[in-house]
């Protein structure tokens, strides 16, 4: 059983541009989690709208966990990073950077910047899948969430 606020279902954005991630990514959280509703979208800028709940994303739930890429178009995950962890009513909420980056200066940003886990996605499959494993099994199973507060940002 989740030990997040509500019990309900946690609600996970994922913020990637590369769809065939996206479908993998879906597919195996799915296969190890069944009490999460993974949303997702393409950029930075998408994920700032979702989170505001503005244009197509009005209905929108509150974000429990972002798992965010780097390397994103119209605005880089850093810069989204930076805007959630600088407004009272986004900073609370975890965010994993799940990157395909292995430079040294994006870790050091990416935590300057106040993410609370930074991850480099594998090359291979099977160690993606252990991965993603070990994320459910903490992120879903054990971690403890604060309550959503779905105030406005960027």
């Given at each position: 059983m989740p030990s997040h606020v509500t019990g309900s279902p946690l609600e996970v954005l994922l913020?990637?541009?590369?769809?065939?991630?996206?479908h993998i990514i879906r597919q195996l959280l799915s296969e190890y989690d069944s009490n999460h509703h993974l949303n997702e979208v393409e950029d930075g800028e998408e994920a700032l709208d979702f989170l505001n709940r503005r244009g197509k994303f009005l209905e929108a739930p509150p974000a429990d966990l972002i798992f965010l890429d780097l390397n994103l178009p119209r605005m880089g995950g850093l810069e989204?990073?930076?805007?959630?962890?600088?407004?009272?009513?986004f900073q609370m909420i975890p965010v994993v950077v799940l990157t395909s980056s292995r430079?040294?200066?994006?870790?050091?940003?990416?935590?300057?910047?106040?993410?609370?886990?930074?991850?480099?996605?594998?090359?291979d499959l099977e160690h993606l899948q252990e991965l993603l494993r070990g994320l459910s099994e903490i992120w879903f199973r054990h971690a403890v969430f604060p309550k959503a507060?779905?105030?406005?940002?960027?």
């Open positions: 913020v990637e541009d590369n769809r065939a991630d996206r989204v990073l930076r805007q959630l962890k600088a407004h009272p009513g430079s040294p200066s994006d870790v050091k940003a990416a935590y300057q910047a106040g993410a609370n886990l930074y991850l480099r996605k594998p090359i507060q779905g105030t406005s940002v960027g």
